[in-house]
C-alpha cells in the first residue's frame, strides 16, 4: 500500500511572482522538509500542508538545470502540469494589463481540463487598474495575492483544500513500484529495456496515469515489479540545448507512485546539482533510493581502485542521504542490473520491518543515556517512549516527552543514526515526530505540538 499526495503546479510568464508565493505558502508555516542539503527549502518543489492536508507544491519557474543556458517556455510549463499535476496555479501581475501570454497560459491551462486557480498577484500595486478585466480569461475561482503583505495566502489555501484530491491509496495487489529517474542522457531508458528484457516483462508499455511515463511489469523472484520509466519529452524545434528535458513535475509523479526510486547518474557527468537535487526530492517524498551509476563501460578506468575512489566522492556529495545503497551498473554490458532487483527487494523488506514497543524503549533510554539531548533556549528536552507507527508505508516512530520543540536538529539527527545501527533501514527514509505530552497525533497529520524530522 503507498500514498500519492496531490501535486499543485504554479504556471505563468516570468516575473508575475510565482516564485513569491511558492516561498509565501512554505514560510507561512514551517515547512514540514529537513532544512539540509538535498532538501533546501530554494528547491523548486516542497511538500506543504495546510489543515491536515498535504499536498506537493511545484514552482515552475525553478525548472532549469543551474548549467544550462536553456529556460522553460510556458509552453513546456503547461505541458508538464497538464502531463502529472492535479491542480494548476496561473499566476498573473494585478499591476499589469493582460498580456498575449496571460491569455495563452490561460487557454492553455483550462484545455488540460484540471481544476484551474487564477492568482492575481501584486495586488498592493493595483492602483487604478482595471481588477474586473481578469474576469475576461474565463478561469474561476479568482483569488487576489499580495506575497509581499502576505494577503490573499489563506484563502487561496482553504479554497484548494475545498476541491484538492485527497491522498490517494494504491492499494493494488502486492506488486513492488519501482521509479527509474534522472537527467536526460544518463540512461534511464537503456536501464528500463535492460531490466525488463532481463526478466522478459509480463505487461509492457502499459498505459498510465500520465502520459510519457512508460511502465513494464516484470517477475522476480516470485515478485511482481512494475517499472516506471520517467523518460523526458522528445520534440523538434530550433531549441537544441535541453530538447529531452528532466520534466520534473512528471517525475515528481512517478516518484509519488513509486515505493523504491533509481535515481540514475552519468560516470562521466558526477557532482552535478540537479541530480542531488532528485534524491532530495525523493527522500522528501519518504521513497526508497538507490543512486545508480550508468554507463560504467564507458569509464576509463574501471578497476577497483577507480571505483572506491568515486565512490568516496560521490558519498560526500550525497551525505544528506547516508542510508541510500550505490551501485555501479553497464545496461551495455548488463553488470549489476540483475543485483538491482535484489536490492529493490532488499529495501522493500526494510520498509516493512516493526520493532516491538518494549524493545524500542530500552533503545530510546540506552540512546538518551549515551547522549542526553541539550535543547535550545535553556529549556531541556525530555524523551519519555517511543513507538513505531502501523499504517505508515515509510518507518515511522512517535516519540512523546517535554520540550521536544527545542530538540536540535543534530539530535534527530544523532537518534536515526543510532536506530540504523541498532534495526537497519537500509535505503529507506525515516520519520521522526516528536510529540508534547497529552498532545495528539494522528499519521499524516502535524498538529502544532507535532515536531517532524524525515531523516
Not at 91 to 119: G, H, N
Amino acid at each position: 500500500m503507498s500514498k500519492k499526495l496531490p501535486i499543485v503546479a504554479i504556471v505563468g510568464r516570468a516575473n508575475v511572482g510565482k516564485s513569491s508565493l511558492f516561498n509565501a505558502i512554505l514560510d507561512r508555516r514551517e515547512a514540514i522538509v529537513a532544512r539540509e542539503a538535498g532538501t533546501t527549502r530554494d528547491s523548486i518543489m516542497a511538500r506543504a500542508e495546510h489543515e491536515n492536508q498535504h499536498f506537493w507544491l511545484v514552482d515552475t519557474a525553478g525548472i532549469k538545470d543551474p548549467d544550462d543556458d536553456f529556460e522553460f517556455t510556458i509552453q513546456e510549463q503547461i505541458l508538464q502540469a497538464a502531463d502529472s499535476a492535479d491542480i494548476i496555479w496561473v499566476v498573473v501581475e494585478a499591476d499589469i494589463p493582460i498580456t498575449e501570454e496571460d491569455r495563452r497560459v490561460a487557454k492553455m491551462a483550462l484545455k488540460s481540463r484540471k481544476p484551474v486557480f487564477l492568482i492575481i498577484n501584486k495586488i498592493d500595486k493595483a492602483k487604478g487598474s482595471d481588477l474586473n478585466a481578469f474576469d475576461r480569461l474565463g478561469i474561476k475561482p479568482i483569488i487576489w495575492t499580495s506575497t509581499t503583505q502576505h494577503r490573499g495566502i489563506e484563502q487561496l489555501l482553504d479554497n484548494l483544500i475545498k476541491i484538492i484530491p485527497k491522498a490517494t491509496e494504491q492499494v493494488d495487489d502486492d506488486r513492488l513500484h519501482v521509479a527509474i529517474v534522472g537527467r536526460p542522457n544518463v540512461g534511464k531508458s537503456q536501464l528500463f529495456n535492460s531490466l525488463a528484457k532481463k526478466q522478459q516483462a509480463i505487461v509492457a508499455d502499459r498505459a498510465g496515469t500520465t502520459r510519457d511515463i512508460n511502465r513494464a511489469v516484470v517477475r522476480y523472484q516470485g515478485r511482481e515489479i512494475e517499472l516506471l520509466d520517467t523518460a523526458g519529452i522528445r520534440r523538434s524545434g530550433k531549441i537544441q540545448v535541453g530538447v529531452e528535458r528532466f520534466s520534473v513535475i512528471r517525475a515528481l509523479s512517478a516518484i509519488e507512485q513509486a515505493d523504491v526510486c533509481l535515481v540514475l547518474m552519468d560516470v562521466n557527468e558526477l557532482n552535478v546539482q540537479l541530480d542531488q537535487k532528485i534524491a532530495g526530492m525523493i527522500k522528501e517524498a519518504g521513497k526508497g533510493l538507490i543512486l545508480v551509476v550508468s554507463k560504467w563501460d564507458t569509464a576509463e578506468d574501471k578497476d577497483a581502485f577507480t571505483r572506491d575512489e568515486l565512490a568516496a566522492k560521490i558519498a560526500a556529495n550525497y551525505d544528506f542521504v547516508p542510508w541510500a545503497p550505490l551501485i555501479f551498473t553497464s545496461s551495455v554490458s548488463g553488470q549489476n542490473v540483475t543485483k538491482l532487483f535484489d536490492l529493490v527487494l532488499d529495501i522493500d523488506i526494510e520498509r516493512q520491518k516493526r520493532i516491538a514497543t518494549p524493545e524500542l524503549n530500552k533503545w530510546l533510554r540506552q540512546a538518551v543515556d549515551d547522549h542526553p539531548p541539550a535543547g535550545l533556549k535553556n529549556r531541556s528536552p525530555k524523551l519519555n517512549y517511543i513507538t513505531q507507527e502501523t499504517d505508515n508505508p515509510i518507518p515511522a516512530f512517535k516519540v512523546f516527552g517535554s520540550h521536544t520543540r527545542f530538540l536540535h536538529w543534530s539530535y534527530k539527527r544523532y537518534l536515526d543514526r543510532k536506530l540504523r545501527e541498532a534495526y537497519g533501514y537500509s535505503g529507506t527514509p525515516v520519520q521522526f515526530w516528536f510529540i508534547e505530552k497529552h498532545s495528539t497525533h494522528k499519521h499524516g497529520e502535524s498538529p502544532t505540538k507535532v515536531e517532524h524530522q524525515n531523516s
